[in-house]
């Protein structure tokens, strides 16, 4: 590949912006016209040698065939692309041919841009090229942006031909336009810093990803690959990868490789250039999509042997839920796993995150494309970019929790790599690539690697957009041998990189509730039982709405609706329609009163005396309503023991029930706990005096503990140590048990300053004071 020849041509490109753009768009503007006329040249170039042969075909079709739409096999086999211009225009005559006049340009112009295949017309539009031309017809620069592009001096052709001074320029192969397109790509995002981050990642990120997912193969690379990109933004990804594996001056120099490369985007712009990029290299441009890749499967059913990825982060992804959940049912398959429960028993989980941050499902997309190790297959391996959310974000049970247990759990996991801050354009916050693979090698199976590389980084003399540092190749090379090594390295001997290796268990927890048991006392008052004539839901408003009406509520309100509706939006109430509708209904009114009226009578019978043994409480209210023949539902009479009952700790333990347990239910009972006989305490059954009977006590919710406990341990043994010496009536709640994944980089590398000696905050103290003239000694009556 000659970088000198690459470098003229780049210099040449790029001075057409200042030489004929300056006063007619702003700099941050130059890229909409310069980066589609490049597309379109090399496009013309291609083409050029077949344009006799498609006019003919278009002759054909249209007077001898009587076509109405164009037959596009035979035109794609006309130009020998899966492109073709029907027109009778190439560049060359547009200027070749041009007056004057800018208009007669701008018609000709147009006509040649009509004349292309659909799939180029779809890059026109994305480009808004139609109105970047009519712009430059009306500012009387297309002509000269035209000459510059057709200029003999340039050569964007894949043919070697002669410049104005009858030198040979050599042709210009697919990959070296690739590498041309490439750059200047770069270059405008650089000059755009401000919005660069958003479509593009800094190269030698790149050049380290694709170091980590094809070395460890490069010496049985298949002889044909797919590579596949689900937040492709320019391409840059996919360009990098293939230049890796088959540019005959690169890394792999697997030049009798096929590579095929797929992509999705979102934004228009974005695509339309990588979507041109694909066309320039005569990939086949179907293989991009525009769209959201999380709302679309498009490429469903389709695996790849390679997939590398920058996703948004910290992106809502809200508005494509609809097509993801439809309430809480998982509706794509992408996003459906089953994860094994605390007894080894499948079940189906959610592996959806939270709305505000949908990086993790593009990880599960590429999880989806992943190709199975076969007989004889490389299986699939992944790097994607993220930050730190991806790591630990989530509770046991949650959705990206649930993805990185899946992840793990299943072996993907090769390695995370932490990166510099400040490595990117748009971010100054840390980034980690992840690396994934379904066919480990065999010294990694059941590991997981961690690469701190936070300060392998060189400074960059002006910084672009955030972007302060950048890797260099020693740096990568370093990142690299430690990686395929499995090396574990300290700071303390490298100085800047460090590596640990864990087994996969290392990052899970079970995540369990610890209860404690409920204690109450009860009392019946004037002004506890007054609280059941009120709406549970609402009581402040309920009582309002009795100051404003009276008795009239037990009549019902709805005549006074349009009253209350405006009484709840002036004073601004949280009070949903549903709750409205019901106070305005008298049965609600009814309900309550005779609520209250049964706790008063309640309270004629049992007095105000104050019970410490709930229990006994609840029974004596039983007794009554049995004498005075009261029906109440479950519910209602837990309103009522509510009203009149709170915790205290010096009131007896509430019993939820005694359970008898014969010799059957005791060890099935025991063999779901994992515990013997006498451990049953530990987990909320309680002995009494009669044999197989046990208390078991209403938790209180309010004194509830969740503890973390790390998989390697057993859960009980964890309680015992570390939670029953300071809570001796706690009990662990197995039914609770959810199982947890997180990574943190902070947890295993950081190492905190050690402290100063007393000598030396001792002299740190005397200076100041020598600082201060004394001031401390006569504050201090030294």
């Known amino acids: 590949m000659n970088h000198a020849v690459h470098n003229r041509l780049i210099s040449f490109i790029w001075s057409i912006a200042d030489d004929c753009l300056r006063d007619v768009y702003v700099r941050g503007k130059y890229r909409d016209v310069i980066l589609p006329m490049v597309v379109l040249r090399r496009l013309d170039a291609l083409l050029e040698p077949t344009k006799e042969a498609v006019l003919e075909e278009v002759r054909f079709q249209r007077e001898d065939m009587q076509f109405t739409e164009w037959d596009d096999r035979g035109m794609e086999q006309a130009s020998g692309f899966v492109f073709y211009n029907t027109s009778e225009w190439t560049l060359q005559k547009l200027y070749a041919t041009a007056t004057n006049s800018q208009q007669i340009l701008l018609g ?94 800094p190269r030698e990120v790149i050049d380290l990803m694709t170091h980590v997912i094809f070395d460890p193969i490069k010496d049985h690379m298949p002889s044909v690959i797919t590579i596949y990109d689900p937040a492709c933004g320019t391409g840059g990804m996919l360009t990098e990868s293939e230049n890796f594996i088959i540019d005959p001056d690169g890394e792999i120099k697997a030049t009798k490789t096929d590579v095929y490369l797929f992509g999705k985007e979102v934004n228009d712009e974005t695509y339309a250039i990588c979507k041109s990029d694909m066309m320039i290299k005569a990939k086949n441009p179907e293989h991009i999509k525009v769209g959201s890749t999380l709302s679309t499967d498009e490429f469903a059913g389709t695996t790849f042997d390679f997939m590398l990825s920058n996703p948004p982060y910290g992106k809502s992804w809200a508005s494509e839920q609809k097509y993801i959940k439809d309430g809480k049912d998982i509706i794509d398959s992408r996003f459906q796993i089953k994860l094994k429960n605390y007894w080894g028993e499948l079940e189906d989980a959610d592996a959806v995150p939270r709305s505000s941050d949908g990086q993790l499902l593009f990880l599960m997309e590429m999880v989806d494309k992943m190709k199975p190790v076969s007989k004889g297959g490389l299986g699939s391996r992944i790097a994607s970019v993220h ?108 100085g800047n990189l460090a590596s640990k290796v864990f087994d996969n268990e290392d990052f899970g927890y079970y995540k369990v509730n610890i209860e404690r048991p409920k204690r109450l006392k009860a009392q019946f008052t004037t002004e506890k039982i007054e609280a059941l004539k009120w709406d549970k839901s609402v009581p402040e408003f309920s009582k309002q709405l009795f100051e404003m009406y009276g008795v009239e509520v037990y009549t019902g309100l709805e005549k006074h609706r349009k009253d209350i509706n405006a009484f709840v939006e002036k004073h601004e109430l949280s009070i949903s329609p549903k709750q409205i509708a019901s106070l305005l209904k008298k049965e609600t009114w009814e309900k309550q009163e005779a609520l209250y009226q049964t706790a008063k009578r309640l309270m004629d019978v049992l007095g105000t005396e104050t019970y410490t043994n709930f229990n006994s409480f609840s029974d004596k209210i039983d007794e009554v309503l049995k ?58 059954y309680f002995p009494t005096r009669k044999p197989g009977e046990y208390i078991i006590y209403e938790t209180e919710t309010d004194l509830r503990d969740a503890e973390s406990i790390p998989l390697k341990e057993n859960i009980q043994e964890y309680f015992l140590r570390e939670v029953k010496p300071y809570s001796e009536e706690s009990w662990i709640a197995l039914d609770s048990v959810k199982i947890g994944y997180e990574l943190s980089f902070n947890k295993y590398f950081y190492e905190p300053a050690p402290l100063r000696t007393l000598e030396e905050v001792t002299e740190e103290i005397i200076a100041l004071e020598k600082e201060g003239d004394g001031l401390l000694a006569e504050i201090l009556n030294f």
């Open 387 to 494: 930050n730190g959310s991806s790591l630990f974000t989530g509770d046991a049970g949650g959705g990206e929790s649930n993805i990185r247990r899946f992840i793990i759990e299943n072996d993907l996991l090769e390695a995370i790599i932490q990166l510099p801050n400040n490595i990117f354009y748009n971010t100054g916050i840390t980034t980690y690539i992840w690396i994934l693979s379904n066919n480990k090698q065999e010294k990694r199976k059941g590991k997981v690697q961690l690469i701190d590389a936070s300060e392998m980084y060189q400074k960059l003399r002006k910084n672009l957009g955030n972007k302060n540092c950048e890797l260099t190749k020693q740096h990568i090379q370093e990142i690299q041998d430690c990686y395929m090594q499995l090396k574990e390295l300290d700071k303390k001997g490298t």
């Open 108 to 201: 000709n112009f147009q006509d040649y841009l009509n004349g292309f295949s659909h799939n180029v017309q779809e890059i026109i539009e994305k480009f808004q090229l139609r109105r970047q031309i009519k712009h430059m017809a009306d500012k009387d620069v297309l002509l000269d942006v035209l000459e510059k592009f057709t200029s003999p001096d340039i050569n964007v052709t894949p043919f070697d031909k002669l410049d104005s001074q009858g030198r040979k320029l050599p042709a210009l192969t697919n990959l070296g336009m690739g590498y041309v397109f490439e750059e200047l790509i770069r270059r405008f995002n650089e000059e755009n810093n401000e919005e660069a981050g958003e479509h593009y990642t």
């Open 627 to 684: 004498q005075d023949k009261t029906k109440l539902s479950a519910t209602e009479k837990k309103a009522i023991l509510d009203a009149v009952s709170w915790y205290d700790e010096e009131g007896d333990k509430v019993v939820k029930k005694t359970e008898k347990l014969n010799d059957k239910k005791l060890k099935d009972l025991l063999e779901f706990l994992g515990c013997k006989e006498q451990d049953l305490p530990n987990f909320g």
